[in-house]
Each structure stands twice: as structure tokens, then as C-alpha cells.
């Protein structure tokens, strides 16, 4: 009974509104895609999709309906709605621009005057929109063309169902109905209503309000790297104006039609047109474009953002009614375009909320959002669907019934779990879809490295894993098998990991066995790096020790800002020794010991065999988070308007002698900001102090991340001394460690001519690392990021000064950060 009570309050709310629908062409019967309609004096409205359709619901009365679209004639249609549908197609004609006749001049140019005036009245044209609440639809669309069946020489198969006979076809399509809040100029929170995912009747659209949030009142727009607007206070310093002619609304009032062009094309910048508004100076439209490298995206080769404006009688401002961004990128032979459609409406303007109004959740859904019905969608989608995205939401959900079927899964599995003689050597993982598990086979080849304490070593694993994608939890439990050739000893241990809520972040992860493990416990020399410089340069500069041990540890956020990390180890501690000195590469000089400290003494260990329980606990304290809500779990949003605080407290205790026995308490701040458009600034900073810990295991001692090899892999040095050799610092005492950097996101490199062409950015750095009874050390660096072979910028160098009491020291470090792959 409440079912059908519940259907006919649908049925009578839906026959109780006014539906139009129609189509937008030109004056050759050409669809107009992206028409921005709404409602003359009020802001609901809708825009035309790729097949120039549009559909709109009222309340019954009499409207008049303002059809809008750059380079044409905008049309005012008067209707009258009933309870029924209407259609009404439109033909519009192209805009009669007055073009201007007018001798341009530096000293004369009035496409400079109508930017001036625009800039001026910036605040009073963007003032009254400061508060407001509205209802907000998004719609996106990922296109591929011509995929091609082998990239690199491995087969890209992943779409073969999806694509047409060109294997071309849509591979993404979601829409998301929602209402945002907002307060200039960074509060907004939104709750989707409805989202909708082609091919996942439980996926969660990640589009929203806030990655459309493009004001060009702002003096910047937050892309990859923030764009100056074309009305910044400093546009002139960036952009030259043409006003290319005037025309009039269909309320007669006077647009100005300027053509902006960068000064610099290498710059965050954009070129196209900006419509103004004669006397007011306010926004009329916006269709401008930035291409991938001004922004440092080289994968995409454009941006394209429209927007309009209509005039609310009521408020007396222009309001943006209609968005789109379109894209095009491709690589390594992938070319994929796509566009995202927003639709503003029925606003409410307010002079501010209330203080609890806006909190740290910007985004959050309702309960079965993503289980709207059809009935729903065709109702409250402003958008209509063309029949390509009709066709992809029903083709892809038959597909997913599919897919989901054990039948089909099973029928997948058995192609894909075929072994072949090859997999005992590259790997191996053999899947049950159906039931959401695999158990995976390293295989030998990944796992080959070689170091002087063990030789030739081989090192694999087999694991199961078990994956919950509705709820994103996991469990996987792998088993470590390690041999070394030289050393003659096989060492194993198992891991375990548990994330059992996504909600809180709760994660718990096991550990038990036998390794060999650098005594920096961050790994500061990868297993690839120190193979090349042991076997071709003779630089043996991994240092080891062997555990035994057993690990516990469990985290969780306690609120939303704060999670604490409580980890639990007891280990075995023994040295181990070099037992080979093969080459291949033969040079004159021998390879240091094992032993950091005395690297010519091959006798002496750097410890002795002795055993210690550590307790750990930190917390991670994020200031200001802002997250997502999803029923599927919580997304924590970085944020640049405070630091990362870290607070930890360590104690070493049950050692089989008491002097290895110590507490240490330590800290770290992270701070990550963007300087408008001079780019980024970020920084890390630790202190520590070790307590009651004069004789305690060299294993134990607060080590620093050092480079001897001339190669950086990560992409921002901000936890590393590029000169710094790997042990030399090592401390059991107070500490404080300093790293920031600025890369300037071609700030300062897009003004150097030829130079400006690599398309590079510019990065300064500064490093400190002091500690008791030792002069502190500084470097000084100076370095070009973004550097690469076309669309591949994977690589950087920096020139490096250090200085330390006198001494003082020059390097060069090329970045190669594609090495992280092998890592």
C-alpha cells in the first residue's frame, strides 16, 4: 500500500508540471550543441546536448524561453505550459557583429578600455553572488578513437567489448544531480541527489561542484597549474585584447566581442573570446582555451572552457547559468576527447549563512543516490541523452549483468588462469572472479637484485588476495621467499594486511619471519640503484642487517583530522658480512664492509647479536581536513591552508641488556601551499629527540636519507641530502632535519626565450641537517623538473651546493623518476 501511495504521489507531481522539448539548429539544419536556454528573469535553465536537444519542465503559465549560444543571434520564444509536452524546435541565425573599425594602437585600444572597466568593476559584479544555494547537474563523457591493439608490444584489449568495429566508442559516462552551498571564495558544500555510472548500477560518480568551480573574477583558475584569468589585476602583464565588434542581446543591451591572446604562449594562459557586457562590464560569456603544456599536463593537448551568463531582473546581476569543458588528449597512440556539461539553476542568494552552516564535509550523498531509477533521471535531467549515450547506458548495463554472471566470470578466469611455461619465470596469478579472490606468483625475474653481502639474490612471494569493491576493503595475506648466492642462506616471512573499514580508515597489518633489511629502515638506496653501482662501479653503499622478527600494527582515524598509528616489533638483531667481490665492471679499489661506520674493516660488525621489543606511537594531525562522503567510504581532500602535523613517541625496551633500551620522541610538519600562479612552496621539517640512549643498537639511531649515486627517483626531493653520505649523520642524540623547495610551475621559465620551449619548470631548494657536536649542513640546489621527449616529462636534474664548517662540495643529480616503476 505504501508502494502504491508512494507511485501515484510521482505520477501526480510528474503530470503536474509543463515538459518542452525540442531541438537547436542553424540555417542549415545543423545541430547546435551546448545552447545555453533558461527562463527569461529567473535562473532555471538547461543547455543542448551533441545533438543539439534540450528539455525542460515548468510549472504551468506563461514563460518566456531566452535561447543563447556564442556566434548567434540569441532568440526570446514566448510559451505557453500546460500539462502536457510541447515541442519547439529552433532555428537560430548567425550574429551580426558590428565589427570594429578602429585603428588599434597602444595608446589607443578600446578592447584595453572595456578589460580596464571589467577589472574595475570585478567586486560589484561578483559582490552579490558571494552566498548561494542551487540546485546543480553534471554530466561527463570520455570518448576514445582509433585505440590501438598493441601499445609498447603488450596487447590493450582492456575495451575490446565496448568498442566498435573502428575500435572507437565511449568509455566513461556518469551524470550526478545535487545541491551545492557556497560562500566566496573556498567554502562549498555539496549533497548529490542522484549519481549515475554507464555499466555499474552501484558506481558513485566523481564529478561535482567543486572541480567546476571556474571563476574568472578570480585572478586565478585552479588547474594542474593555476591560469591567470584574462581579468586578473595583472592581466595586462599576460594577455593582449582585440575588440573584434559589438551585437545586442535580445534584451538590446550591448556585448562586447574581445579576443584574448596571450603575450607568452608558454604561460599559464588562455586564448579565445571574452564577452563583456557594455556599462556594466560584467561577464556575458566565456570561450576560451589552454593547451596541456601551459598547464603542465603534456598528456592533454587541450582545455576548452564556455560559459554563460543570463541576467536575473530580480538580483540585477549576470549569474552563470551553463558550463562546459572540453577535452581532448592522447599518448602513445591513445586518443581519447571528452566534454563535462554543468547546468546552474534556480539559485537562491543569500547575505550570508549561518556559522553552522559550512563544515569540514564538502561532499556527501544520500542514501541510494546511486539507485535511481529511469523514471527519476528522465524526470530530472535537464539534459537530455543523445542516442549514442542512450545506447552506451543500455549496452553497457546489459553488459554488466553479464559480467557479473559466474558463467561469464568463470569463462574469463579460465582464459586468463591458463599457466604457461613462461609464467614460473615472469609470474603468475590465478583468479576467482566470481568470489572476488587471487593468488599471486612473483615469479624470478622481478625479483633478481645484487648486493655483496648476499651476491646474486633471488627474492619472490605467492599471495592471496581478497577484494570487496562495493565497500573497498581488502585482506591479503603473501608469504616472502629470499635466497642469496653467495651467501648460501634462504630467508623467508609472511605479511598480512587488513583494511576492514573505509569509513575510519581502520587498517591492521602482521608480519613474522626472517630478512635482511637496511639499517635506514626508509630504504634510502633502492635494490635496482645498488645493483648497477655494486656491479658497474664498485659502490657497495647498501648496508644490512639481518632480523627476525615479528611486527603488529594497527591504524585508524579517531576523528575526522586524527589518526593514530600503534605499532608493536620484537626482533633479533645480527650483523651479516660481505661475501663476495665480484664485478662486472673491474675497477681499482675495493669494496667497502659491511660496516657504515668503519667501512675498511671487514671484521668488526657495526652491532652484535642482541634482541628489543619497539613500542611506536604517532599521530598524523591534518588541521582543517575536508573530506567526501560516499557509502563506500571517506575521502580525505588535501588541503593547502594548513600544515600536516605528525607528534610520535618510541620506546625501546626488553633488550637482553639494558643498554639498548631508549626513548625517542620525535615530530614532523609538512606544508604544501600554492603561491598563486609563482607556483608551488613546500616543505618538511622533523625534530627528535633520543633519551637514555647513549649505548643502544646502531639499528635504533635516527639515520637520514643520504645519495652517493648521482641518481634522484623521487619527484619533489623534500626527504633527502643529495650529498649527503648515507651514514654519515647518524644520530642517537637531538636532531632537526629541513628540506623546501619551490618549483616555480614555469613561473620564471616561460619568460626565458628558448628556454621557454622545454616547457620545463624551475626548482630551488634548500636542505639543513643539524645535530649535536657537529657543524650544521647545508645544500643548495637549483634544478629543471618537466623534462622529457615530448609528451614523456619523467625526468629532472639539479645542480647541488653543499657547505658544512669550510667544506664545501658541487654535484649534479639526474632525476629519473621512471625508475619508480621497478621499485
Request: charged share 25%.
Amino acid at each position: 500500500m505504501k508502494n502504491l501511495f508512494a507511485l501515484a504521489l510521482l505520477f501526480v507531481s510528474f503530470i503536474s508540471l509543463a515538459q518542452i522539448k525540442g531541438k537547436v539548429t542553424d540555417e542549415n539544419g545543423n545541430p547546435l550543441a551546448a545552447v545555453s536556454i533558461h527562463i527569461e528573469n529567473t535562473s532555471i535553465g538547461t543547455t543542448t546536448n551533441d545533438q543539439g536537444e534540450y528539455y525542460l519542465e515548468m510549472k504551468p503559465g506563461i514563460y518566456v524561453l531566452v535561447f543563447q549560444y556564442l556566434g548567434y543571434k540569441s532568440q526570446k520564444v514566448k510559451f505557453v505550459s500546460e500539462k502536457s509536452l510541447k515541442i519547439r524546435d529552433i532555428q537560430m541565425l548567425e550574429e551580426n557583429i558590428i565589427l570594429n573599425d578602429v585603428v588599434i594602437d597602444r595608446k589607443n585600444n578600446p578592447a584595453n578600455e572595456v578589460i580596464r572597466n571589467a577589472i574595475a568593476h570585478k567586486k560589484e559584479n561578483s559582490g552579490p553572488t558571494n552566498h548561494y544555494k542551487a540546485d546543480f547537474y553534471s554530466r561527463g563523457i570520455f570518448r576514445i578513437k582509433d585505440a590501438p591493439k598493441k601499445i609498447l608490444g603488450q596487447k590493450f584489449d582492456n575495451f575490446d567489448e565496448i568498442l566498435d568495429s573502428t575500435r572507437s566508442g565511449i568509455l566513461y559516462l556518469s551524470e550526478t544531480v545535487s545541491k551545492i552551498t557556497c560562500e566566496k571564495p573556498d567554502k562549498l558544500k555539496e549533497v548529490i541527489l542522484a549519481s549515475k555510472v554507464s555499466g555499474k548500477d552501484n558506481g558513485y560518480s566523481f564529478n561535482n561542484a567543486a572541480s567546476a568551480n571556474f571563476d574568472f573574477y578570480d585572478n586565478y583558475l585552479a588547474f594542474q597549474t593555476n591560469v591567470v584569468s584574462p581579468i586578473a589585476d595583472n592581466a595586462f602583464n599576460y594577455y593582449k585584447y582585440k575588440l573584434e565588434g559589438t551585437f545586442f542581446n535580445e534584451n538590446n543591451i550591448q556585448i562586447n566581442k574581445i579576443k584574448v591572446t596571450p603575450k607568452r604562449t608558454s604561460e599559464p594562459v588562455m586564448q579565445g573570446y571574452l564577452y563583456i557586457v557594455e556599462d556594466s562590464w560584467a561577464i556575458y560569456a566565456i570561450d576560451l582555451t589552454v593547451q596541456g603544456d601551459q598547464i603542465q599536463m603534456p598528456a592533454m593537448n587541450s582545455l576548452t572552457l564556455k560559459q554563460n551568463f543570463s541576467y536575473s531582473n530580480e538580483q540585477k546581476i549576470w549569474i552563470k547559468n551553463t558550463q562546459t569543458l572540453d577535452f581532448i588528449a592522447g599518448m602513445l597512440g591513445i586518443n581519447i576527447s571528452g566534454r563535462f556539461t554543468y547546468v546552474y539553476s534556480n539559485y537562491e542568494f543569500q547575505e550570508r549563512f549561518g556559522k553552522r552552516t559550512f563544515t569540514h564535509e564538502v561532499l556527501s550523498f544520500e542514501k541510494d543516490a546511486n539507485k535511481k531509477d529511469d523514471a527519476f533521471w528522465n524526470q530530472s535531467r535537464p539534459v537530455p541523452l543523445t542516442e549514442e549515450e542512450s545506447a552506451d547506458y543500455l549496452k553497457k548495463d546489459l553488459l554488466q549483468t553479464k559480467k557479473k554472471s559466474k558463467p561469464y566470470l568463470d569463462s574469463i578466469d579460465a582464459k586468463h588462469n591458463k599457466l604457461g611455461v613462461s609464467d614460473l619465470i615472469l609470474g603468475y596469478q590465478y583468479k576467482n572472479s566470481f568470489k572476488k579472490w587471487s593468488l599471486d606468483y612473483g615469479g624470478l625475474i622481478k625479483g633478481i637484485s645484487y648486493n655483496t653481502v648476499q651476491g646474486w639474490d633471488f627474492n619472490t612471494g605467492i599471495g592471496f588476495t581478497k577484494r570487496d569493491n562495493d565497500t573497498r576493503t581488502y585482506s591479503i595475506l603473501e608469504a616472502v621467499f629470499d635466497y642469496g648466492l653467495s651467501e648460501e642462506k634462504f630467508r623467508s616471512y609472511i605479511n598480512y594486511v587488513n583494511k576492514f573499514n573505509n569509513q575510519n580508515q581502520s587498517e591492521l597489518r602482521f608480519a613474522a619471519g626472517s630478512q635482511l633489511a637496511q639499517f635506514n629502515y626508509s630504504n634510502p638506496i633502492s635494490k635496482l640503484i645498488n645493483t648497477v653501482s655494486t656491479l658497474f662501479f664498485k659502490d657497495n653503499y647498501m648496508k644490512l642487517y639481518e632480523r627476525h622478527f615479528i611486527n603488529a600494527c594497527f591504524e585508524r582515524e579517531v576523528f575526522n583530522g586524527l589518526t593514530l598509528n600503534a605499532e608493536l616489533v620484537y626482533s633479533e638483531r645480527k650483523p651479516v658480512f660481505n661475501t663476495t667481490d665480484h664485478v662486472i665492471i673491474k675497477k681499482n679499489k675495493e669494496f667497502t664492509s659491511n660496516n657504515p661506520l668503519l667501512p675498511d674493516d671487514e671484521m668488526t660488525p657495526v652491532i652484535t647479536k642482541h634482541n628489543l621489543i619497539n613500542a611506536s606511537l604517532t599521530a598524523r594531525i591534518n588541521f582543517g581536513q575536508r573530506y567526501w562522503t560516499r557509502p563506500d567510504g571517506k575521502f580525505n581532500l588535501e588541503d593547502d591552508q594548513f600544515p600536516v602535523v605528525y607528534l610520535g613517541y618510541e620506546k625501546g625496551f626488553g633488550g637482553n641488556e639494558n643498554h639498548y633500551n631508549f626513548d625517542h620522541m620525535h615530530s614532523r610538519i609538512t606544508y604544501d601551499v600554492t603561491l598563486g600562479n609563482k607556483g608551488n612552496l613546500e616543505m618538511n621539517v622533523k625534530a627528535g629527540k633520543f633519551f637514555n640512549a647513549k649505548e643502544i643498537s646502531f639499528v635504533d639511531y635516527k639515520h637520514f636519507n643520504g645519495n652517493q649515486t648521482y641518481v634522484g627517483t623521487n619527484d619533489r626531493y623534500l626527504n633527502v641530502f643529495n650529498l649527503l653520505p648515507y651514514y654519515s649523520a647518524s644520530t642517537n642524540d637531538a636532531y632537526l632535519e629541513i628540506h623546501a623547495e619551490h618549483d616555480d610551475n614555469g613561473f620564471i621559465m616561460n619568460k626565458i626565450p628558448l628556454l621557454n620551449k622545454l616547457h620545463s619548470t624551475l626548482v630551488l631548494g634548500y636542505h639543513n641537517l643539524t645535530i649535536p657536536e657537529r657543524s650544521p649542513y647545508h645544500e643548495y640546489t637549483v634544478g629543471l623538473d618537466h623534462i622529457g621527449f615530448g609528451k614523456l616529462k619523467v625526468f629532472r636534474i639539479d645542480y647541488i651546493h653543499s657547505y658544512q664548517s669550510g667544506h664545501q662540495l658541487d654535484g649534479v643529480v639526474f632525476g629519473l623518476k621512471i625508475l619508480n616503476a621497478f621499485q
